[in-house]
């Protein structure tokens, strides 16, 4: 079963416009919520994270997403994007059972901003 | 503080030849992560390990691949006779272990099957 769904592969966004990009996650046990982003050539850098508490996680270069249990859903979002935010965006999830724990990334989501 | 360094950055090989790709971690981080990227995939888990010790592979093929991480020195993910469905971009994590951890990513090293 796939645990990490990113419902958009690919958005087009005009700078400054708000984005959301999209991030639904499949489990019942301890989940702890990721997102990513890769710039051309490069590895991954962490934007923001949710591990408990507020479900408004604030993270880097104006990001933020809000975690919904209700829905399982994990969206990140930016008020007004930058040409410099163009990179993929990767939703994951590290699930903690009691075996162990357990690494899902979803499929990504090509942000391009245009000028 | 060095990040995450894996090298070399690019690999060429033949198919039947061996690929191996090199992972050093941060500093402090004792626990080492490989994934898989493929052309319009996302990050495929393969493996994570501690030092001398493989805490989890289930998403290791079950041929041809192998992953260690020493006491001394880098952690290596080893394909024999590669084919060319091995073609990726092979990306190495670490942490200092906990789930709640960051993993700190290094660039990656792709690999290239003629």
């Known amino acids: 079963a796939q645990s990490v769904t990113q419902l958009d592969s690919q958005v087009p966004v005009f700078e400054e416009a708000p984005v959301e990009l999209r991030c639904n996650y499949s489990s019942s046990v301890s989940v702890y919520l990721f997102w990513y982003v890769q710039y051309p050539n490069q590895g991954l850098q962490l934007l923001l994270k949710?591990?408990?508490?507020?479900?408004l996680v604030k993270g880097i270069n104006g990001f933020e997403a809000e975690f919904n249990k209700s829905q399982t859903s994990f969206h990140l979002r930016k008020p007004s994007v930058h040409i410099s935010d163009t990179a993929e965006y990767f939703c994951a999830v590290t699930l903690s059972r009691g075996s162990g724990n357990q690494f899902y990334f979803g499929t990504g989501t090509s942000l391009t901003v245009i000028p | 503080n060095a990040g995450v360094m894996q090298n070399p950055r690019h690999l060429v090989r033949r198919r039947g030849q061996e690929a191996r790709l090199r992972c050093s971690p941060m500093k402090g981080h004792s626990h080492v992560y490989w994934y898989r990227q493929l052309p319009e995939e996302g990050l495929k888990f393969m493996v994570y390990l501690q030092k001398e010790n493989i805490i989890d592979e289930s998403g290791m093929p079950k041929e041809r691949f192998s992953a260690e991480f020493p006491k001394e020195g880098p952690s290596i993910l080893r394909i024999q006779q590669v084919v060319r469905g091995d073609s990726a971009a092979y990306f190495c994590?670490?942490?200092?272990?906990?789930?709640?951890?960051?993993?700190?990513f290094g660039p990656g090293t792709r690999l290239t099957v003629l």
């Open positions: 949710y591990l408990s508490g507020s479900t």
């Open positions: 994590a670490s942490s200092p272990g906990l789930p709640t951890d960051t993993q700190y």
